[in-house]
């Protein structure tokens, strides 16, 4: 009898939640067809590039930072004379100091790009999707703020903006990877800790750098893999990055996977009309104010 009414409870939930989901949809009066597309081009597993960080390297010069808001025609949102120390919805990457044993370490942070990223399985509407390069991006267009990738990424990457009503985080540079280029932070560091190219022979790299410090390559098998790897010579999780014993070395995907077809859509779905009918509001309020 209890398992009839689970079941019975799940279905009901997922019915629910799609209907709330096909309604957003037609509410929000988007094209189909470039849903569809997002959907065709999301990918799943190790990408065709990787990304190393050497904190053993890295001297906190910023120049990385830089080189992100310029390329990416983002605001400077930090004091005069000072950098940003916080990930925001205009700064995707910081670089953050840290003292460990004495010694100071410059820990660059960014969006990992995870192999299998949780914050796609869990997209409601198909904003964020992963490239078979590895980049993992969201679009503007299509996301309605719900924040779900907020809350559940393991990393603690997107950032919402109140204003604009949706997430955003670093892309990796994709309209520099799609030809073959590197990110733009890589060409500006100049100390050799960023590297970039085909992920064969950056993890061969990351792999013979953290043997010659005796240290540890962060990212291999960390929540799946991902993009971003990390050299250190003393564990990452001491750095300020997550443990694995806290976010596993294994997908998340599927777990969260099994959580939304367990009644997580309703959720979602309330979450995501609520986020919707906000930024309609808001672009509602911005042509009465002659904002648009």
């Known amino acids: 009898m209890g398992g009839g009414v689970r079941t019975g409870r799940r279905r009901l939930l997922r019915a629910v939640g799609a209907a709330l989901l096909g309604a957003l949809v037609a509410a929000a ?62 700064t ?29 399985a869990v997209c409601p509407v198909g904003a964020r999707f992963k490239l078979p390069e590895g980049n993992v991006i969201v679009d503007t267009e299509v996301c309605v703020g719900c924040k779900y990738c907020v809350q559940i990424c393991p990393f603690n990457i997107p950032r919402y903006s109140e204003e604009e009503g949706v997430v955003r985080n670093c892309w990796l540079c994709y309209n520099r990877v799609e030809h073959g280029e590197p990110p733009a932070c890589v060409l500006a560091c100049p100390t050799g800790a960023l590297a970039f190219g085909p992920r ?61 077809a367990a009644g997580a859509p309703t959720g979602i779905g309330l979450a995501v009309v609520i986020g919707l009918l906000m930024r309609l509001f808001e672009r509602k309020r911005r042509r009465e104010g002659g904002g648009e």
Not at 38 to 61: E, F, H, L, Q, W
């Open 200 to 260: 064969e022979k950056i993890v061969s790299e990351a792999l013979r750098r953290a043997k010659e410090v005796n240290g540890y390559v962060y990212g291999l098998k960390e929540v799946g893999g991902t993009t971003v790897l990390y050299v250190s010579d003393v564990p990452m999780w001491k750095l300020g990055m997550p443990s694995p014993d806290y976010i596993g070395t294994s997908s998340l995907a599927a777990l969260e996977e099994q959580q939304l």
């Open 92 to 120: 995707w990457t910081v670089v953050k100091r840290v003292v460990y044993r004495g010694k100071t370490y410059f820990v660059k942070r960014m969006c990992m790009h995870c192999n299998d990223p949780i914050c796609v």
């Open 29 to 90: 009066a988007r094209p189909v067809k470039a849903l569809r597309r997002i959907t065709r081009r999301s990918y799943r597993g190790p990408g065709k590039y990787a990304y190393m960080i050497d904190v053993t390297r890295c001297n906190g010069c910023q120049r990385c930072v830089v080189a992100c808001k310029q390329w990416n025609n983002l605001p400077w949102d930090a004091p005069l004379g000072k950098y940003p120390e916080e990930l925001s919805y205009d």
